[in-house]
């Protein structure tokens, strides 16, 4: 992936470049601060993602995100600026987002996963029909399958430290982050020999199933997990709710045809909440941010059952709002009582 930087604000741009790299050091990055020199380097080779100043001195950042697209119609965009007064006509070239400055680290690395991870599905999903593709289910219980074949755990642990891995595919991880995860009442070197144990077997588990799809890293007192092509539920989830909530502001009576489609996508991959079958503490913060996701999503398809009088559709997602609550049922009147005391 070519990722450029035209940036006016040089403490901006080291920023923007050390996110970058700490996101993933593979990618590519360029630094170009003349717009037309951004423009010579797309004509030559595809720029996948542009982080652009608005306020550039010899043309607007607006104006070279007209013409990058121009190029090519896939670019991502995100606008970078000090004012907000430029949102509205930064969405109408329907950007991925829209940065103020000064910037936040962990916004900016939420700005990448949301393109990456976006990225990534839209080329995924279109292959989740070939049989020999890997897929990956994480919604309710641990599920690994390559074709008719299953992932069989020899032990329990190697797949709660694959699931671990898995929550941060491409980046490293701390030996010692994994071991106060997964091993928080164990004293630090029996959890590192724990930890040592988990990954040979689960490295064996994983050769004699995925065939080097799935290869597992160690650098630095880091472990990585680098994953080849697959499916995997959760983060095609985020995808479509990302694509779902992507043009702001959203309204619940105002959804259009592609928003209205990824809200029933995400809606349809939530078979049940983030590994609660699994029962590890760890995956608990993540559970709660993608339970609040599917919250949010019910309430924009609820809004829309009833502006167009859809009364079966509406009670089915009652109920699936009465079960996300632990509520027997719920009534509209009940559930819009809930939605005023929140």
């Known amino acids: 992936m070519n990722i450029v930087i035209t940036e006016g604000d040089e403490r901006s741009r080291k920023m923007l470049l050390s996110a970058i790299h700490r996101y993933d050091p593979a990618l590519s990055c360029h630094i170009c601060s003349d717009p037309d020199a951004v423009m010579k380097m797309a004509a030559k080779k595809q720029i996948d993602l542009a982080f652009l100043d608005i306020q550039l001195t010899a043309m607007s950042g607006l104006e070279l995100a007209r013409r990058l697209k ?57 292959r989740s029909r070939q049989a020999n593709l890997l897929q990956i289910e994480l919604f309710g219980k641990l599920v690994v399958y390559h074709g008719q074949k299953t992932l069989k755990w020899k032990r329990s642990k190697s797949a709660e430290l ?99 489609r990824a809200l029933i996508e995400a809606y349809n991959l939530y078979k049940d909440h983030y590994l609660v079958q699994e029962g590890w503490l760890w995956a608990m913060p993540k559970q709660q941010s993608l339970a609040q996701h599917f919250n949010r999503i019910l309430d924009a398809l609820i809004d829309n059952a009833i502006i167009n009088g859809a009364k079966s559709l509406l009670q089915e997602y009652l109920a699936r709002m009465a079960d996300l609550l632990g509520e027997s049922e719920m009534d509209l009147e009940a559930y819009l009582e809930y939605r005023k005391d929140r």
């Open 162 to 260: 694959f699931a671990y891995l898995l929550t941060y595919l491409n980046k490293p991880v701390s030996k010692h982050q994994i071991c106060e995860s997964l091993w928080p009442d164990k004293p630090t070197d029996k959890a590192l020999i724990n930890l040592q144990t988990a990954i040979y077997q689960l490295r064996k588990n994983l050769s004699e199933f995925s065939r080097d799809q799935i290869i597992i890293e160690y650098a630095d007192n880091d472990y990585r997990m680098l994953v080849g092509p697959c499916y995997v539920d959760v983060h095609a989830f985020e995808d479509a709710y990302y694509r779902a909530f992507a043009s702001p502001p959203y309204l619940g009576n105002a959804t259009n045809a592609t928003q209205n």
């Open 70 to 126: 121009s190029i090519n119609p896939q670019i991502k965009i995100v606008f970078t600026t000090s004012f907000n007064q430029y949102a509205a006509e930064a969405f109408d070239l329907e950007v991925q987002d829209y940065l103020l400055k000064p910037f936040n680290q962990e916004r900016l690395l939420k700005t990448l996963d949301k393109i990456l991870l976006s990225r990534t599905e839209q080329r995924y999903i279109l």
